[in-house]
């Protein structure tokens, strides 16, 4: 495979976990996940995460897969690139992995003393990826052997760091968020 076909096919798989995140951005709102509650003197997870932000995230990360899986006969016979369709199991691991990462950082976050909206390079740029790709090798594992080949899951992990600074930025410029990270 062409290392032009890998960038498409990486882009393709990890579509629904990339946009979950930004659809919290935009949704998020109302009652904290945590509730409030503290851990010592800190906030369990701070009041970043929201339920309407995940659940709306989730949904939306799933919502395109679904929508990938009715375009994929199109984009294989167009671009002759074999981009996979999404088992029910990956629709919504994929999504729901990328929250649990996110989440599962603010709470790292938040015992490391960073307060909500802090950057933590690396973590910030890779949780949300790492979870939701071993979300879907757990659900999915049959799936998840025949897409994610070694040279697929290292253009993933190169790729999605960038991503995710760029559209933070843009989101940042765009006025949806308050920190450009
Ligand atoms: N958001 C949400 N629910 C989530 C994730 C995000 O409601 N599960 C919304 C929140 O409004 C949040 C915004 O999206 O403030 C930006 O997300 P993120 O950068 O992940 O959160 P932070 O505010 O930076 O908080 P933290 O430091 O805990 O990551
Ligand atoms: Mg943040």
Redesign the pocket.
Known sequence: MSPLELLVLAIWVMLPAYVP?NA??VA??GRPIDGGRTMGDRRL??D???W???VV?TLAGAALAYLLNLLQPTVVSFLGIGVPTFPLAAMIALPLGA?LG??A??FI?RRTG?K???AFPGLDQLDFAVVALVLTAVVAPSWFLSVFTAGLLVVILVVTPIFHVVTNVLAYLFGF?H?PW
């Open positions: 995140n919290a951005v998020g709102g997870l701070g970043g995460k929201t309407r932000g995940t995230g929250m996110d989440i950082a603010s976050k960073r909500r909206g802090a968020k920190e």
